[in-house]
């Protein structure tokens, strides 16, 4: 036996249909956003949203960071060379995200950390700018690429111009 649909429950069927949809892209609206840029060190999570209400420069590198599938977490730790700050040469991959961390020396004023989470940041984005940067070996020779120093480091001047602009920024008032 075939049932017939009358026009007006195909009218009552697209209403609901819409009505559900709508309100699941508001639910979806009204979730809380997931910041891709964190840190579970309460200093370190202060300088963050300071720099980033003081720093144009700072807000811009956040901006471009919530666009990528990256995850930064910033974490206090020790760098080689005695470095304030550095982006460590591992990519974790959690679903869709590629994981990248952080190092920042806490001996150090907030502006100088501020500039160093603006330069590392720069660093990141320099990573996920290439969709082939899954793995540690892939991100070392990316570096490796595109800016090797005599150290065995790398840095490219692109990072050390975001540092220093985030540093000015946040702090020179």
């Known amino acids: 036996m075939r049932s017939q649909t009358s ?23 009204d979730e809380p956003r ?6 579970e060190h309460p200093r370190i999570a202060r300088l963050v949203a300071t720099a980033t209400e003081r ?6 590198e956040i901006k471009r960071i919530e666009s990528t599938n990256g995850l930064i977490y910033i ?17 974790t991959l959690a679903g869709p995200y590629r994981v990248l ?16 989470i ?14 082939n940067v899954t793995t540690d ?3 070392f020779f990316y570096f490796h690429r595109l800016g090797p120093t005599e150290r065995g480091t790398f840095e490219t001047s692109a990072a050390i111009r975001k540092g220093h602009d985030v540093f000015y920024e946040a702090c020179a008032r």
Do not use: K, Y
């Open 7 to 29: 026009g007006q429950e195909i009218v009552q069927i697209a209403v609901a249909s819409l009505v559900a949809v709508l309100a699941s892209q508001s639910l979806l609206a």
């Open 34 to 39: 997931i910041s891709r840029v964190r840190s």
């Open 55 to 60: 720093s144009a420069t700072f807000r811009d």
């Open 75 to 91: 974490q206090e730790g020790h760098c080689g060379l005695g470095g304030l700050a550095c982006l460590i040469l591992r990519v």
């Open 101 to 116: 961390r952080v190092n920042l020396n806490m001996r150090r004023n907030d502006c100088d950390l501020m500039g160093a």
């Open 118 to 131: 603006g330069h590392e940041l720069w660093h990141a984005i320099e990573a996920l700018a290439d969709p």
């Open 137 to 139: 070996s892939r991100l």
